[in-house]
């Protein structure tokens, strides 16, 4: 019954056969002028006893077998059609990358450099590169005089993309820690079983605080064989950023200072690369080479089946005709 409802998933192997409900209007109109014109007569000499007669039972339902004769070209012909229920069962088998995001939130994030500042335009291409990486595992820690895991390494997005949005500065001390941020994205991927593990580490400073040295979180990165990709965010020079002052927020030109030795080592040591974002289309596209460089293989094999329903309709088919033919030659044979 099931299979009949689900209209969705109904095709007709040929349904060229349904050219054939073109012949009801054809019957029609063939009933009516046979009603019309095949009207036996008697001669009498008058009419005035039988003007209070009325139709017998049989002539009143007498059209009954017209219907019957309808259904039965209207179930053969979907019959013909043969109706199929298709049934398709899709398995898409994934290599499955586990990525984590590492970003920077420390003050300097604020720095309008980027559009409308740097934590929000990294933000922004965060989100676009989760909905590139549909089959991929993601997590996101942030940090800067500390760091923080955000979103542990999850499939679903919604809340990973969720977290993302959520981020601003100040969320944790102050500073710039490298290491420490580096080093709690490791952890977090070291119990995976994924066949590619990858930390994309995004900062614009140097590292001035933590209790894990840089160095020391790569060589531990190396030891799990976890990829590192290392983004510089920042404009060469200086970089106008609100600062608080006694006399309310003003803004000034600061020198933009990245680690970018530091932030070469460790990329170049884990098999991973180095960028370097100047401005929102350069932080854009690198997201982009990274999405491009680290493509996840999806094998996708469909299976489909038919279920054919055309015996019902040939059944019906067969119980009204025979219908018919019982009726015409018992109930409403003719005399003529």
């Known amino acids: 019954m099931n299979a009949f409802l689900d209209w969705k998933h109904i095709t007709f192997a040929h349904p060229y056969f349904f050219a054939l409900l073109t012949l009801i209007p054809f019957m029609v109109w063939w009933q009516y002028r046979g009603r019309k014109n095949n009207h036996p007569a008697m001669r009498l000499t008058t009419v005035a006893a039988l003007a209070g007669a009325q139709h017998g039972i049989r002539a009143r339902y007498r059209p009954v077998m017209f219907i019957l ?105 102050d500073g710039t820690s490298i290491g420490m941020g580096l080093a709690t994205s490791v952890d977090r991927l070291r119990n995976s079983k994924a066949k590619s593990r990858i930390i994309i580490l995004m900062t614009d400073g140097v590292n001035n605080m933590g209790l894990i ?35 309310g927020t003003q803004k000034q030109m600061v020198p933009v200072e990245i680690d970018e030795p530091l932030l070469r080592q460790i990329a170049t040591q884990t098999g991973g690369k180095y960028f370097r974002a100047t401005n929102n289309k350069s ?37 009204t005709l025979a219908l018919e033919m019982l009726l015409r030659y018992t109930v409403f044979k003719s005399i003529t």
């Open 213 to 247: 040295d840089p160095l020391t979180a790569l060589e531990i990165a190396k030891a799990f064989k976890i990829k590192v990709y290392t983004i510089g965010v920042g404009t060469q020079g200086q970089a106008l950023m609100p600062i608080q002052t006694p006399f």
């Open 283 to 319: 932080l854009e596209n690198i997201y982009t080479d990274i999405d491009k460089m680290e493509k996840t293989t999806i094998e996708t094999t469909s299976y489909k089946r038919y279920a054919e329903l055309f015996f019902p309709f040939a059944l019906l088919a067969i119980i």
């Open 69 to 173: 004769r309808c259904i039965t070209l209207v179930a053969l012909t979907i019959s013909l059609a043969r109706p199929q229920s298709s049934n398709t069962t899709v398995n898409n088998e994934s290599d499955g990358i586990d990525i984590m995001l590492a970003m920077d939130v420390s003050g300097s994030m604020i720095a309008e450099d980027f559009k409308p500042n740097r934590i929000e335009a990294a933000k922004k291409v965060a989100l676009e590169f989760v909905d590139k990486r549909p089959t991929d595992r993601l997590g996101l820690v942030i940090f800067s005089g500390e760091s923080f895991t955000m979103c542990p390494i999850t499939i679903d997005h919604n809340v990973l993309k969720e977290q993302i949005a959520q981020i601003r500065n100040g969320m944790i001390t």
